[in-house]
Protein backbone atom coordinates (compact mmCIF):
# COMPACT_ATOMS: atom_id res chain seq x y z
CA UNK A 1 0.00 0.00 0.00
CA UNK A 2 1.26 3.54 -1.06
CA UNK A 3 0.15 5.97 1.48
CA UNK A 4 1.62 9.65 3.04
CA UNK A 5 0.54 10.99 5.97
CA UNK A 6 -0.27 14.60 5.70
CA UNK A 7 -2.03 15.98 8.57
CA UNK A 8 -4.32 15.41 11.30
CA UNK A 9 -7.07 17.13 12.54
CA UNK A 10 -9.37 16.92 15.68
CA UNK A 11 -8.33 13.27 14.96
CA UNK A 12 -8.86 13.32 11.85
CA UNK A 13 -6.01 11.87 9.36
CA UNK A 14 -5.82 12.45 5.99
CA UNK A 15 -3.26 10.17 4.11
CA UNK A 16 -2.05 10.34 -0.21
CA UNK A 17 -3.35 7.04 -1.54
CA UNK A 18 -2.24 5.14 -4.76
CA UNK A 19 -3.66 1.97 -3.02
CA UNK A 20 -6.42 0.96 -5.29
CA UNK A 21 -7.65 -1.64 -3.26
CA UNK A 22 -7.98 1.23 -0.21
CA UNK A 23 -9.07 3.46 -2.50
CA UNK A 24 -12.56 1.23 -4.16
CA UNK A 25 -13.38 0.30 0.12
CA UNK A 26 -13.22 3.78 0.98
CA UNK A 27 -15.57 4.47 -2.41
CA UNK A 28 -17.87 1.08 -1.35
CA UNK A 29 -18.07 2.58 2.17
CA UNK A 30 -18.54 6.37 1.02
CA UNK A 31 -19.95 6.53 -1.99
CA UNK A 32 -23.74 7.50 -2.92
CA UNK A 33 -25.27 6.50 -5.82
CA UNK A 34 -29.11 6.81 -6.35
CA UNK A 35 -29.71 3.21 -7.95
CA UNK A 36 -27.13 0.55 -5.33
CA UNK A 37 -27.32 -2.25 -8.72
CA UNK A 38 -24.85 -0.21 -10.41
CA UNK A 39 -22.32 1.34 -7.81
CA UNK A 40 -19.79 -1.62 -8.50
CA UNK A 41 -19.56 -0.76 -11.98
CA UNK A 42 -19.19 2.52 -11.34
CA UNK A 43 -16.78 2.60 -8.70
CA UNK A 44 -14.92 -0.22 -10.92
CA UNK A 45 -15.10 2.69 -13.53
CA UNK A 46 -13.75 5.20 -11.75
CA UNK A 47 -10.53 3.02 -10.16
CA UNK A 48 -9.96 2.12 -14.07
CA UNK A 49 -9.62 5.85 -14.80
CA UNK A 50 -7.39 6.83 -11.74
CA UNK A 51 -5.47 3.77 -12.29
CA UNK A 52 -4.67 4.27 -16.27
CA UNK A 53 -3.67 8.37 -14.56
CA UNK A 54 -1.45 7.11 -11.95
CA UNK A 55 1.11 5.05 -14.10
CA UNK A 56 1.78 8.11 -15.41
CA UNK A 57 3.59 9.46 -12.21
CA UNK A 58 4.13 13.62 -13.63
CA UNK A 59 -0.11 13.58 -14.32
CA UNK A 60 -1.46 16.00 -11.80
CA UNK A 61 -3.64 13.75 -9.92
CA UNK A 62 -3.71 13.38 -6.23
CA UNK A 63 -6.16 10.95 -3.73
CA UNK A 64 -6.59 12.02 -0.66
CA UNK A 65 -8.55 9.96 2.38
CA UNK A 66 -9.30 10.58 5.99
CA UNK A 67 -9.17 8.22 8.99
CA UNK A 68 -10.61 8.54 12.44
CA UNK A 69 -9.29 5.96 14.88
CA UNK A 70 -8.58 3.65 11.35
CA UNK A 71 -11.85 3.95 10.13
CA UNK A 72 -12.39 5.78 6.84
CA UNK A 73 -14.28 9.14 7.31
CA UNK A 74 -13.98 10.83 3.81
CA UNK A 75 -12.29 10.89 0.53
CA UNK A 76 -11.54 13.31 -2.27
CA UNK A 77 -9.98 13.39 -5.52
CA UNK A 78 -7.99 16.70 -6.14
CA UNK A 79 -6.68 16.98 -10.35
CA UNK A 80 -5.52 19.48 -12.72
CA UNK A 81 -6.87 17.90 -15.84
CA UNK A 82 -4.76 19.12 -19.39
CA UNK A 83 -8.04 19.75 -20.80
CA UNK A 84 -10.20 21.43 -18.51
CA UNK A 85 -10.56 25.37 -18.54
CA UNK A 86 -12.49 27.91 -16.47
CA UNK A 87 -13.64 30.91 -18.07
CA UNK A 88 -10.35 30.11 -20.26
CA UNK A 89 -7.89 29.39 -17.94
CA UNK A 90 -6.30 26.23 -16.46
CA UNK A 91 -8.04 25.56 -12.86
CA UNK A 92 -7.97 22.49 -10.64
CA UNK A 93 -11.09 20.61 -9.62
CA UNK A 94 -11.84 18.66 -7.13
CA UNK A 95 -14.19 15.28 -7.78
CA UNK A 96 -16.00 12.63 -5.77
CA UNK A 97 -15.89 13.77 -2.56
CA UNK A 98 -17.48 12.21 0.07
CA UNK A 99 -17.14 12.74 4.00
CA UNK A 100 -18.81 12.09 6.97
CA UNK A 101 -18.59 15.07 8.93
CA UNK A 102 -16.86 18.60 8.47
CA UNK A 103 -13.79 17.80 10.59
CA UNK A 104 -12.81 15.06 7.30
CA UNK A 105 -14.31 17.55 4.64
CA UNK A 106 -11.88 20.66 6.19
CA UNK A 107 -8.67 17.92 5.91
CA UNK A 108 -9.40 17.05 2.55
CA UNK A 109 -10.18 20.46 1.29
CA UNK A 110 -6.83 21.53 2.98
CA UNK A 111 -4.70 18.94 1.16
CA UNK A 112 -6.45 19.63 -2.05
CA UNK A 113 -5.51 23.66 -1.79
CA UNK A 114 -2.15 23.17 -0.58
CA UNK A 115 -1.74 20.40 -4.00
CA UNK A 116 -2.79 23.41 -6.01
CA UNK A 117 -0.62 25.46 -4.37
CA UNK A 118 2.34 23.11 -5.20
CA UNK A 119 1.64 23.37 -8.71
CA UNK A 120 0.85 27.38 -8.90
CA UNK A 121 -3.16 26.64 -9.61
CA UNK A 122 -5.04 29.69 -8.26
CA UNK A 123 -8.72 28.33 -8.58
CA UNK A 124 -10.46 25.07 -7.20
CA UNK A 125 -13.63 24.27 -8.48
CA UNK A 126 -15.71 21.49 -7.83
CA UNK A 127 -17.23 19.12 -8.18
CA UNK A 128 -16.06 17.95 -11.17
CA UNK A 129 -16.44 13.93 -11.36
CA UNK A 130 -14.48 12.21 -13.68
CA UNK A 131 -14.47 9.91 -15.82
CA UNK A 132 -17.65 12.34 -17.30
CA UNK A 133 -19.58 9.22 -18.23
CA UNK A 134 -20.22 7.82 -15.56
CA UNK A 135 -19.63 11.18 -12.85
CA UNK A 136 -20.33 14.79 -14.29
CA UNK A 137 -20.20 18.36 -13.21
CA UNK A 138 -21.49 19.94 -9.74
CA UNK A 139 -23.79 18.96 -6.89
CA UNK A 140 -27.36 18.69 -7.74
CA UNK A 141 -30.00 20.72 -6.26
CA UNK A 142 -33.33 19.73 -7.59
CA UNK A 143 -34.32 16.88 -9.65
CA UNK A 144 -33.81 14.52 -8.02
CA UNK A 145 -36.94 12.17 -8.81
CA UNK A 146 -35.17 11.85 -12.33
CA UNK A 147 -33.23 9.02 -13.59
CA UNK A 148 -29.74 8.34 -13.32
CA UNK A 149 -28.09 9.42 -16.87
CA UNK A 150 -24.89 9.09 -17.97
CA UNK A 151 -22.86 12.19 -18.08
CA UNK A 152 -25.32 13.34 -15.12
CA UNK A 153 -24.06 14.13 -11.74
CA UNK A 154 -25.81 13.19 -8.56
CA UNK A 155 -25.41 12.95 -5.42
CA UNK A 156 -27.50 12.67 -1.88
CA UNK A 157 -30.78 14.94 -1.48
CA UNK A 158 -28.87 15.97 1.92
CA UNK A 159 -26.73 18.15 0.09
CA UNK A 160 -23.82 17.32 3.36
CA UNK A 161 -21.30 18.05 0.94
CA UNK A 162 -22.45 21.47 -0.32
CA UNK A 163 -23.04 22.41 3.36
CA UNK A 164 -19.69 21.49 4.61
CA UNK A 165 -17.70 23.59 1.72
CA UNK A 166 -19.65 26.33 2.30
CA UNK A 167 -18.50 26.38 5.99
CA UNK A 168 -15.26 26.18 4.38
CA UNK A 169 -15.32 29.29 2.39
CA UNK A 170 -16.49 28.05 -1.34
CA UNK A 171 -18.39 29.81 -3.16
CA UNK A 172 -21.53 28.77 -5.17
CA UNK A 173 -20.33 30.41 -8.18
CA UNK A 174 -22.18 28.76 -11.61
CA UNK A 175 -25.32 26.90 -12.17
CA UNK A 176 -26.54 24.78 -14.95
CA UNK A 177 -29.86 23.31 -15.94
CA UNK A 178 -30.97 19.77 -17.11
CA UNK A 179 -33.61 20.34 -19.41
CA UNK A 180 -36.01 17.91 -20.61
CA UNK A 181 -36.33 18.28 -24.57
CA UNK A 182 -40.27 18.13 -25.37
CA UNK A 183 -40.59 19.31 -29.02
CA UNK A 184 -39.92 17.01 -31.64
CA UNK A 185 -39.75 19.81 -34.44
CA UNK A 186 -38.06 23.34 -34.00
CA UNK A 187 -39.51 25.86 -36.48
CA UNK A 188 -35.54 26.50 -37.73
CA UNK A 189 -34.32 23.75 -38.79
CA UNK A 190 -37.64 22.78 -41.05
CA UNK A 191 -35.37 22.10 -43.99
CA UNK A 192 -31.27 20.87 -44.66
CA UNK A 193 -29.79 23.79 -46.94
CA UNK A 194 -28.29 22.95 -50.22
CA UNK A 195 -25.02 24.25 -49.20
CA UNK A 196 -25.32 21.61 -46.13
CA UNK A 197 -24.87 17.89 -45.80
CA UNK A 198 -25.93 16.27 -43.16
CA UNK A 199 -24.19 12.89 -41.89
CA UNK A 200 -24.50 10.28 -39.38
CA UNK A 201 -21.06 8.88 -39.44
CA UNK A 202 -20.32 5.05 -38.15
CA UNK A 203 -17.44 4.84 -35.30
CA UNK A 204 -14.78 4.71 -37.79
CA UNK A 205 -15.77 7.82 -39.84
CA UNK A 206 -15.92 9.23 -36.29
CA UNK A 207 -12.53 8.76 -35.42
CA UNK A 208 -11.14 9.92 -39.13
CA UNK A 209 -13.01 13.05 -38.33
CA UNK A 210 -11.72 13.44 -34.74
CA UNK A 211 -9.44 16.84 -35.57
CA UNK A 212 -11.78 18.62 -37.53
CA UNK A 213 -14.30 17.73 -34.06
CA UNK A 214 -11.51 19.37 -32.03
CA UNK A 215 -10.88 22.08 -34.14
CA UNK A 216 -14.76 23.10 -34.38
CA UNK A 217 -14.89 22.68 -30.24
CA UNK A 218 -11.73 25.43 -30.46
CA UNK A 219 -13.90 27.49 -32.80
CA UNK A 220 -17.19 27.23 -31.80
CA UNK A 221 -17.97 28.52 -28.25
CA UNK A 222 -18.03 32.19 -28.38
CA UNK A 223 -18.55 32.35 -24.46
CA UNK A 224 -15.56 31.64 -22.52
CA UNK A 225 -17.73 28.92 -20.51
CA UNK A 226 -17.29 28.60 -16.68
CA UNK A 227 -16.55 24.74 -16.79
CA UNK A 228 -15.14 23.38 -20.59
CA UNK A 229 -14.44 19.85 -19.97
CA UNK A 230 -14.20 19.00 -23.43
CA UNK A 231 -10.65 17.97 -25.39
CA UNK A 232 -9.13 14.96 -27.35
CA UNK A 233 -9.39 12.41 -24.00
CA UNK A 234 -13.38 14.01 -23.89
CA UNK A 235 -13.34 12.75 -27.68
CA UNK A 236 -12.42 9.35 -26.78
CA UNK A 237 -14.51 8.58 -23.75
CA UNK A 238 -17.88 9.25 -25.85
CA UNK A 239 -16.08 7.30 -28.61
CA UNK A 240 -15.67 4.12 -26.05
CA UNK A 241 -19.17 4.84 -24.99
CA UNK A 242 -20.78 4.23 -28.77
CA UNK A 243 -18.56 1.26 -29.48
CA UNK A 244 -19.99 -0.78 -26.43
CA UNK A 245 -23.56 0.22 -27.11
CA UNK A 246 -24.06 0.26 -31.01
CA UNK A 247 -23.38 -3.38 -30.95
CA UNK A 248 -26.73 -3.70 -29.36
CA UNK A 249 -28.63 -2.00 -32.59
CA UNK A 250 -29.19 -4.39 -35.67
CA UNK A 251 -31.87 -2.66 -37.45
CA UNK A 252 -33.10 -2.83 -40.85
CA UNK A 253 -34.05 0.40 -42.37
CA UNK A 254 -36.91 -1.39 -44.45
CA UNK A 255 -38.54 -2.91 -41.19
CA UNK A 256 -38.50 1.31 -39.93
CA UNK A 257 -39.51 3.46 -43.31
CA UNK A 258 -43.41 3.46 -42.26
CA UNK A 259 -41.95 5.08 -38.98
CA UNK A 260 -39.98 7.37 -40.91
CA UNK A 261 -42.43 8.09 -42.90
CA UNK A 262 -45.54 8.86 -40.27
CA UNK A 263 -43.28 11.21 -38.79
CA UNK A 264 -41.78 13.28 -41.91
CA UNK A 265 -44.31 12.39 -44.50
CA UNK A 266 -43.79 16.37 -45.77
CA UNK A 267 -40.31 16.64 -45.18
CA UNK A 268 -38.78 14.62 -48.44
CA UNK A 269 -34.91 15.67 -47.71
CA UNK A 270 -34.94 14.02 -44.12
CA UNK A 271 -36.89 11.03 -45.23
CA UNK A 272 -34.34 10.62 -48.03
CA UNK A 273 -31.56 10.78 -45.70
CA UNK A 274 -32.69 8.82 -43.12
CA UNK A 275 -33.45 5.96 -45.46
CA UNK A 276 -30.27 5.73 -46.35
CA UNK A 277 -28.82 5.19 -43.23
CA UNK A 278 -27.97 1.63 -41.83
CA UNK A 279 -28.12 2.55 -37.96
CA UNK A 280 -26.26 -0.80 -37.07
CA UNK A 281 -23.36 0.98 -38.54
CA UNK A 282 -24.34 5.17 -38.42
CA UNK A 283 -24.53 6.29 -35.18
CA UNK A 284 -28.03 7.68 -34.54
CA UNK A 285 -25.99 9.73 -31.71
CA UNK A 286 -24.05 11.78 -33.75
CA UNK A 287 -24.56 14.75 -35.94
CA UNK A 288 -22.36 16.00 -38.47
CA UNK A 289 -23.27 19.23 -40.62
CA UNK A 290 -20.77 19.94 -43.44
CA UNK A 291 -20.69 22.29 -46.59
CA UNK A 292 -21.15 20.80 -49.34
CA UNK A 293 -18.35 22.37 -51.56
CA UNK A 294 -15.57 22.68 -49.31
CA UNK A 295 -16.48 19.79 -46.25
CA UNK A 296 -16.05 21.94 -43.90
CA UNK A 297 -17.80 20.74 -40.87
CA UNK A 298 -19.92 23.31 -39.51
CA UNK A 299 -21.95 21.44 -36.75
CA UNK A 300 -21.71 18.78 -34.71
CA UNK A 301 -24.06 17.09 -32.42
CA UNK A 302 -23.64 14.22 -29.30
CA UNK A 303 -25.70 12.59 -27.86
CA UNK A 304 -24.74 9.74 -25.11
CA UNK A 305 -26.77 6.83 -24.49
CA UNK A 306 -27.65 5.80 -20.96
CA UNK A 307 -25.38 3.31 -20.37
CA UNK A 308 -26.76 2.42 -16.86
CA UNK A 309 -30.10 1.09 -18.36
CA UNK A 310 -27.63 -1.40 -20.35
CA UNK A 311 -25.61 -1.97 -16.77
CA UNK A 312 -28.85 -2.55 -15.23
CA UNK A 313 -29.87 -5.27 -18.44
CA UNK A 314 -32.48 -2.74 -19.92
CA UNK A 315 -33.33 -1.59 -22.99
CA UNK A 316 -31.78 1.70 -23.90
CA UNK A 317 -34.81 4.32 -24.24
CA UNK A 318 -32.85 7.83 -22.84
CA UNK A 319 -30.74 10.00 -24.15
CA UNK A 320 -28.15 12.79 -22.69
CA UNK A 321 -28.14 16.12 -25.13
CA UNK A 322 -24.57 16.16 -24.25
CA UNK A 323 -22.33 18.37 -26.48
CA UNK A 324 -23.46 20.97 -29.40
CA UNK A 325 -20.78 22.74 -31.24
CA UNK A 326 -21.36 25.18 -33.99
CA UNK A 327 -19.45 27.29 -36.21
CA UNK A 328 -18.99 30.88 -35.08
CA UNK A 329 -20.32 31.91 -38.63
CA UNK A 330 -23.28 29.72 -38.88
CA UNK A 331 -24.72 30.86 -35.31
CA UNK A 332 -28.38 31.43 -35.75
CA UNK A 333 -28.75 30.39 -38.80
CA UNK A 334 -30.98 27.17 -37.51
CA UNK A 335 -27.55 24.72 -37.53
CA UNK A 336 -28.79 23.60 -33.88
CA UNK A 337 -32.39 23.48 -35.10
CA UNK A 338 -31.73 21.66 -38.03
CA UNK A 339 -29.70 18.59 -36.30
CA UNK A 340 -31.61 18.40 -33.61
CA UNK A 341 -35.00 17.87 -35.73
CA UNK A 342 -33.16 15.07 -37.51
CA UNK A 343 -31.38 13.65 -34.90
CA UNK A 344 -34.55 13.12 -32.89
CA UNK A 345 -36.39 10.62 -35.48
CA UNK A 346 -32.72 8.62 -36.03
CA UNK A 347 -32.90 8.43 -32.26
CA UNK A 348 -36.17 7.24 -32.57
CA UNK A 349 -35.94 4.38 -34.55
CA UNK A 350 -33.37 3.16 -32.22
CA UNK A 351 -35.89 3.56 -29.15
CA UNK A 352 -35.10 6.46 -27.53
CA UNK A 353 -38.10 8.31 -26.08
CA UNK A 354 -36.46 10.26 -23.83
CA UNK A 355 -33.60 13.35 -23.67
CA UNK A 356 -32.21 15.69 -21.58
CA UNK A 357 -30.16 17.92 -22.76
CA UNK A 358 -27.68 18.77 -19.93
CA UNK A 359 -25.22 20.89 -18.25
CA UNK A 360 -26.77 24.04 -19.99
CA UNK A 361 -25.29 26.85 -18.00
CA UNK A 362 -27.31 29.67 -16.61
CA UNK A 363 -25.24 32.27 -18.22
CA UNK A 364 -25.17 31.27 -21.71
CA UNK A 365 -27.93 33.64 -22.75
CA UNK A 366 -27.69 32.17 -26.34
CA UNK A 367 -28.26 28.63 -25.48
CA UNK A 368 -30.70 29.60 -22.98
CA UNK A 369 -33.09 31.53 -25.47
CA UNK A 370 -32.64 28.50 -28.15
CA UNK A 371 -33.96 25.91 -26.00
CA UNK A 372 -35.93 26.73 -23.66
CA UNK A 373 -38.68 27.26 -25.50
CA UNK A 374 -38.80 23.74 -26.64
CA UNK A 375 -37.52 22.53 -22.73
CA UNK A 376 -38.71 22.27 -19.89
CA UNK A 377 -35.74 22.22 -16.86
CA UNK A 378 -36.04 19.49 -14.66
CA UNK A 379 -32.73 19.46 -12.81
CA UNK A 380 -30.28 21.77 -11.33
CA UNK A 381 -26.87 21.73 -10.30
CA UNK A 382 -24.07 24.06 -8.62
CA UNK A 383 -20.50 24.06 -9.11
CA UNK A 384 -18.97 25.36 -6.01
CA UNK A 385 -15.32 27.74 -6.41
CA UNK A 386 -12.31 28.96 -4.07
CA UNK A 387 -9.45 31.10 -5.31
CA UNK A 388 -7.73 32.99 -2.24
CA UNK A 389 -6.20 29.95 -0.70
CA UNK A 390 -3.38 30.91 -2.53
CA UNK A 391 -2.65 33.79 -0.48
CA UNK A 392 -2.66 31.77 2.91
Same mark, same amino acid.
Given at each position: ?????????????????????????????????????????????????????????????????????????????????????????????????????????????????????????????????????????????????????????????????????????????????????????????????????? %????? /??? #?????? =?? *? &?? !?? $??????????????????????????? %????? /??? #?????? =?? *? &?? !?? $?????????????????????????????????????????????????????????????????????????????????????????????????????????????????????????????
Amino acid at each position: MVEIALDINKNNKVIESKDLTQIEHAFNKLLYIPEDILKPRIIEEIIKYLNTNLREETYPLKIFITQKSNEITGIVIAQIHPDYRSYGRKCGSFGWLSCLDIDSCEVLMNSCEKFMKENKIRRLRGPINYPKLVGGIGYQIDGFERCMLTGVSYNNTNLREVAFLKQLGYKLESHYWSVEVLSDYWKKGRTIPKRLLV %KFPTI /NEL #KSFKSE =IL *K &LA !NS $SFNAIMADATGGSERLDEMISLFEQTQ %KLYNH /NID #KINEIV =IS *K &LS !NN $SAFLKLLQNQDFSKNLPWVTLIFTKETHILVGAGFLLPNIFQHWKEEDITEANGDTVMIHPEFVGKGIFSLGQNIGRVALKLVGINYIEGTQLWANNEHAVEVMFPHCKPVRKHVVLQKDNFFKN
